[in-house]
């Protein structure tokens, strides 16, 4: 059975960090492209960042290059985002998806349809 199951989210406040993780179940991080998205309620999904099967390639929103990392570990089949720097438009409920590596370029365009596996999210808040 496949599953995405995030964890690490919280209330911090601006400037501070979190290290959000994805552990997946039921097929190996080297077989396909994890993205992480974000949504705040009534507004539009935003990718956050991706980071391809093999691993050699990281992909960020211009919004988060520089204090965003994403990374993998093979041997715990999990991804993580570690978040630096937050700021309260960093507030949002962020889940990780799994997609075809055909359209990795393209994450950040990846609709619902399009995911073949995505977790359920975890909640940032980001506040004094």
């Known amino acids: 059975q496949v599953q995405l199951v995030e964890s690490g989210g919280g209330l911090v406040q601006p400037g501070h960090s979190l290290r959000l993780s994805c552990v997946v179940t039921?097929?190996?991080?080297?077989?396909?492209?994890i993205a992480w998205f974000r949504q705040i309620s009534g507004r539009e999904r935003e990718g956050v960042a991706c980071?391809?099967?093999?691993?050699?390639?990281?992909y960020y929103a211009d919004s988060v290059q520089g204090r965003f990392t994403i990374s993998k570990d093979i041997a715990k089949n999990t991804v993580y985002l570690q978040m630096d720097n937050l700021k309260p438009e960093d507030s949002a409920n962020y889940y990780c998806?799994?997609?075809?590596?055909?359209?990795?370029?393209?994450?950040?365009?990846?609709?619902?349809?399009?995911?073949?596996?995505r977790g359920k999210g975890t909640l940032v808040t980001v506040s004094a």
């Open positions: 039921g097929f190996t991080l080297d077989s396909l492209p």
């Open positions: 998806a799994a997609f075809s590596p055909l359209i990795t370029r393209l994450w950040q365009s990846v609709t619902e349809k399009g995911m073949l596996h």
């Open positions: 980071i391809s099967n093999r691993g050699e390639d990281t």
